[in-house]
């Protein structure tokens, strides 16, 4: 559970964008999207298949990309 403490003189605006920047580094607003809806196995394992593949192309072409240079 993520929590801010306020320090001494610190304004409520700036304890609360700490906390958004702490929520965002956790990943909990990636996760509250995810579970927004329910999503089927299949369409779990297809997305998850399909991040891979981009991810693999990606490295492929950051592998040419150092070969050529």
């Known amino acids: 559970m993520i929590g ?30 995810r579970r927004e809806f329910f999503e089927k196995p299949s369409e779990l394992r297809k997305r998850k298949i399909e991040a891979a593949i981009r991810k693999r192309r990606r490295k492929q072409a950051m592998m040419a990309r150092r070969d050529r240079g």
């Open 4 to 33: 801010v403490v306020l320090k001494d003189g610190e304004s409520i605006e700036s304890a609360l964008k700490r906390f958004k920047r702490e929520c965002v580094n956790a990943g909990i607003q990636s996760e509250i999207k």
